[in-house]
Every structure is written in structure tokens, then in C-alpha cells.
């Protein structure tokens, strides 16, 4: 099992461009989500999805989108990157059990310029 | 916000030492779990207490919680300069029907050898 992978590791942007985090699974999770972590605040939830088809927005969601057309893939999209993303970014996914724990992708580190 | 927090938010200790660091969350919980970060790395389950258990151990690890007061302390005995990281308390309230996890800022701990 890989678990979560998120690709890529690293990546720079200038403002304005767009892109896409790549978020895998292969632990037949129906729930996964992604957090940005940022110096002093934690992990703040932006979108999850709690199945094929179905998302919906956490705390923080303005200027990413997602879609989940498979249960193994969730991609975080920014649609116009802003220096204000510049964070590290993580994918977690849970089993629908009753223990809620997650397992965490390793990262990525997102800088807009 | 529903975010927990962590006290302290920086601990500095001597290999072989007790590292104790506390969580108080808001309002009522389903259970609380504890996470780790290792530097540039993605958070890595540790423990998970419900809301009727009073203690739980794990190896080194030692989790109480104290719902009257709404807080939870996390301690690991005989410290290791592995166990340098940051730690991170979760907390799932109840009636979240999704299973949404609620982070705090952390404790950084550094063991020194």
C-alpha cells in the first residue's frame, strides 16, 4: 500500500497562473480532504468529499476548486493563484468507520509569487 | 472557530525526560486523537481517546481527558531525540455526521540528546 500521495513536492507559481495538486488513495477511502497549513494556525479544512461524485466546502475554500470523479483521486485545483495560497497543502482520507482517523499525505509546498 | 489549542505551543526537554503538552477544545466530543509531524512531513495518527474513556496508552504514550474541563493532555515518557516533532491534538464534536476533524496550532517539542 502507498497510502495518500500528493504530487507534485514543491512548486512555484507566479500570480495569476493555475494549477492542479494531485491527490491519490489506494486504501479505498470514501472520505478524504484537503487542509492548507500555514505558521501559527494549524490545519484549516478547504474542500472534502465524502464520496464519487459528492463534495462540499470546508473553512476556507475561496479560490480552490475540487471534483472527485474516482474514490481514489481527489485533485485541489487553484484557479487563479494568489501570493495569500502560498502554503504547504495536504490530502488526508479516512475509512467510513466509526474512528474518523486520518491518514495524511507527505505535502506540498506551494509558494506564489 | 472550533479549532482546539494547544498549551504550551513550543516545549524544549532532555532526552529521558517526560514531555506533557495539553489540548482544550470548545464544546462536546465524540473523541479527540493526537497527531505527530515530523519536520516537512505529513501528520501521522498517534492515539485516539473517546468521550466516555478517561486514559489510554499506547507504548510511551500516555492520553488523558477530562470532558468536565474539555481538555486532554498527551505525555510521553523517557523522551528521544526521535520524538522531536510537532504534536497536534484533533477533535471530532458531536453530531459531526461527516466525521469533519477539528485541528489545533500544535506543540513543537525538541528532545536534545
Known amino acids: 500500500n502507498a497510502g495518500v500521495t500528493q504530487t507534485p513536492k514543491f512548486q512555484v507559481l507566479k500570480t495569476g497562473q493555475s494549477m492542479t495538486l494531485q491527490c491519490a488513495q489506494d486504501?479505498?477511502?470514501?472520505?478524504m480532504s484537503w487542509y492548507r497549513q500555514d505558521p501559527g494556525m494549524g490545519l484549516r479544512l478547504i474542500h472534502y468529499s465524502v464520496g464519487a461524485g459528492i463534495t462540499d466546502q470546508g473553512e476556507v475554500p475561496n479560490g480552490y476548486n475540487v471534483s472527485r470523479s474516482t474514490t481514489e483521486d481527489f485533485p485541489l485545483r487553484l484557479l487563479s493563484a494568489a501570493p495569500s495560497q502560498t502554503s504547504v497543502y495536504f490530502c488526508a482520507s479516512r475509512d467510513r468507520d466509526g474512528r474518523y482517523e486520518q491518514y495524511f499525505g507527505p505535502g506540498t509546498r506551494l509558494t506564489v509569487t | 472557530s472550533q479549532q482546539g489549542e494547544e498549551d504550551p505551543q513550543a516545549l524544549s526537554i532532555q532526552e529521558g525526560e517526560n514531555a506533557t503538552m495539553n489540548c482544550s477544545y470548545k464544546t462536546s466530543i465524540n473523541n479527540l486523537q493526537w497527531y505527530r509531524q515530523n519536520s516537512g512531513r505529513g501528520l501521522v495518527h498517534l492515539i485516539l481517546?473517546?468521550?466516555?474513556?478517561r486514559e489510554k496508552h499506547s507504548g510511551r504514550l500516555r492520553v488523558t481527558l477530562d470532558t468536565s474541563k474539555k481538555s486532554s493532555s498527551l505525555l510521553i515518557t523517557a523522551s528521544r531525540a526521535a520524538d522531536t516533532a510537532s504534536y497536534f491534538c484533533?477533535?471530532?464534536?458531536?453530531?459531526?455526521?461527516?466525521?469533519?476533524?477539528?485541528f489545533g496550532r500544535g506543540t513543537q517539542l525538541t528532545v536534545w540528546p
Open positions: 481517546i473517546r468521550s466516555n474513556e
Open positions: 486504501m479505498n477511502h470514501e472520505y
Open positions: 484533533a477533535t471530532l464534536y458531536r453530531g459531526s455526521t461527516l466525521g469533519r476533524l477539528y
